[in-house]
């Protein structure tokens, strides 16, 4: 039985379904979602890492599910589905997170390496799209939250792969959100743009760079990310999230100026996302997590967080300002009309004043003055 305190607490309980949930930013969303209370449907390939976000899940006060699969197997996408409503009962919450991405110039990615990342980072979202929606429209509620990035608009060198499967992403979901609402549906489809994020990814994908493969400054901790999912899970009615100052500062630019920034990312977009530091020669030429997990190769859980701890930043007052908008601007409207009745006050003068001017008496200048300009005399109308 719930603490009576808990009753109250929004989205308490819910049935959610996060993919790649077995390490980075959708382990940390799972942990998120767990410490409100509810079910948590934990869903990747890597057993290692699935155990790992199970035991963190159980002990934040969640109930944990563990599903292994290839979300780019539709079959057995729609199987882990109804595996999840066989345990549960139904899904309120679906996160499709799971990707795998290739650090490489175009030219150097394979076609079978850059189908299967398409097949796992873009595909893998419309199976479970798919897979969700045929279990929530039935019932007429739940909530679809897309993980996406600021490359969802803005492709980089050397992700070429990656940022296609994102821009497909986005124009999918717009798609797909225009049908839902035409129909009048209360299944609502969400998608969060992030920022670059100190996950464990950048020791998993396939590096074909002289360089250990890096996040791009700012890096910010995976725990921003799922701040934001938990709240766009619970408000499914807003279009996007922009995550991280600079998602902001990237999407702005690439409205405004998009071929300057072209400019500016052929000049720094290599040596940005890249150490100085050598990679291992067996790092170098393995397939990193493309076909197989990375946890169940090295036989150990990589958790939400990789090596960038010292650098990466716990907070981001961007974030918090998009997960309140809605009071933002209650307290901007409501200061804006303390500051208009405190300067129209000013203009009204002190009490005396204000009374020479109902009255007509003579003010300062001479004579009464029109409570509205161009309006009705009340002094003179009191008069008469």
Known sequence: MRRPW???LPGRGRTVVVTGASGGVGRAAALAFAARGDRVALLARGREGLAGAADEVQRAGGEALVVSVDMADAKAVDDAAQKVVDEFGHIDVWVNNAFAGIYAPFTEVTPDEFRRVTEVTYLGYVFGTRAAL???????RGTIVQVGSALAYRGIPLQSAYCGAKHAIQGFNESLRCELLRDGSRVRTTMVQLPALNTPQFDWVLNRLPGRARPVVPVYQPE????AIVHAAGHGRRREYWVGGSTVATLVANAVVPGLLDRYLARTGFEAQQDEAQQD???QLGPGNLWTPTDGARGRDFGAHGRFDEEAVDGSPQEWLSRNRGRMGAGVLVGGLGAAMTAGLRRWG????????????PGR?????????GGIDVGRSRRD
């Open 224 to 227: 921003i990310a799922a701040r």
């Open 365 to 373: 200048h001479g004579g009464g003055t029109d409570l509205m300009r």
């Open 134 to 140: 045929h279990h929530m429209l039935p019932r007429d």
């Open 6 to 8: 808990e009753v109250a």
């Open 350 to 361: 002190s009490p005396a004043r204000r009374r020479s001017r109902v009255l007509g008496l």
């Open 281 to 283: 020669e067996g790092e």
